[in-house]
């Protein structure tokens, strides 16, 4: 199976700050990657799809990038209702995987 | 667009369970459907996916032998089908919709509507 590894694993941020997180995939993905956030006790909502594709109603504060085995996601202003933690998730082969998770936390 | 997961619950190790999942506002049969779950404080896992027609699926390896999934078109439901249960599947199960974008010759996942979940604990 792919592992997805992400980086890092949490961080703390203020509001405004711009965010980075990345994805490392174990072999070349393409760029059949998605970005999913998740709230406490809350279902994971679909971020960015095919590496860079804005999903229809998410903020375009949120950027995906990246092709081959290194992804990013970038939130370019931090609001302080993008507290969560972040996933990514490789559909390029089975089984499909998700990264580890990177929890933003307020600073 | 609503996804509702029902048919958790307790079951001892070795027992089995069947999740449902039920799909409202908008045409069923016309996507692909996954389960994923999620250990208590632990990431996301993608278990199994079933094509629009039930024709395909695939499973994570460690679910292989022991979890079917299985859709209804007529009854706009997705099931999951557990059995042999381990404490290690202890977890909420949430289903999703598969949006399956196509660039040119590629499709891609992308889980736009998601369950609230439902959980399953495998404890004697």
């Known amino acids: 199976a792919i592992q997805m590894t992400q980086s890092p694993s949490s961080l703390s941020a203020s509001v405004g700050d711009r965010v980075t997180i990345t994805c490392r995939a174990s072999?070349?993905?393409?760029?059949?990657l998605g970005w999913y956030q998740q709230k406490p006790g809350k279902a994971p909502k679909l971020l960015i799809y095919a590496a860079s594709s804005l999903q229809s109603g998410v903020p375009s504060r949120f950027r995906g990038s990246g092709s081959g085995t290194d992804f990013t996601l970038t939130i370019s202003s931090l609001q302080p209702e993008d507290f969560a933690t972040y996933y990514c998730?490789?559909?390029?082969?089975?089984?499909?995987?998700f990264g580890q998770g990177t929890k933003v936390e307020i600073k | 667009v609503q996804l509702v997961e029902s048919g958790g619950g307790l079951v001892q190790p070795g027992g089995s369970l069947r999740l449902s999942c039920a799909a409202s506002?908008?045409?069923?049969?016309?996507?692909?459907m996954s389960w994923v779950r999620q250990a208590p404080g632990k990431g996301l896992e993608w278990v199994a996916n079933i094509k629009e027609d039930g024709s395909e699926k695939s499973y994570v390896d460690s679910v292989k032998g022991r979890f079917t999934i299985s859709r209804e078109n007529a009854k706009n439901s997705l099931y999951l089908q557990m059995n042999s249960l381990r404490a290690e599947d202890t977890a909420v199960y949430f289903c999703a919709r598969d949006l399956n974008p196509r660039f040119g010759e590629i499709w891609y996942d992308a889980f736009d509507t998601w369950g609230q979940g439902t959980m399953v604990t495998v404890s004697s």
């Open positions: 506002g908008f045409t069923f049969s016309s996507y692909w």
């Open positions: 998730l490789q559909d390029y082969n089975y089984p499909r995987t």
């Open positions: 072999q070349a993905i393409r760029n059949d």
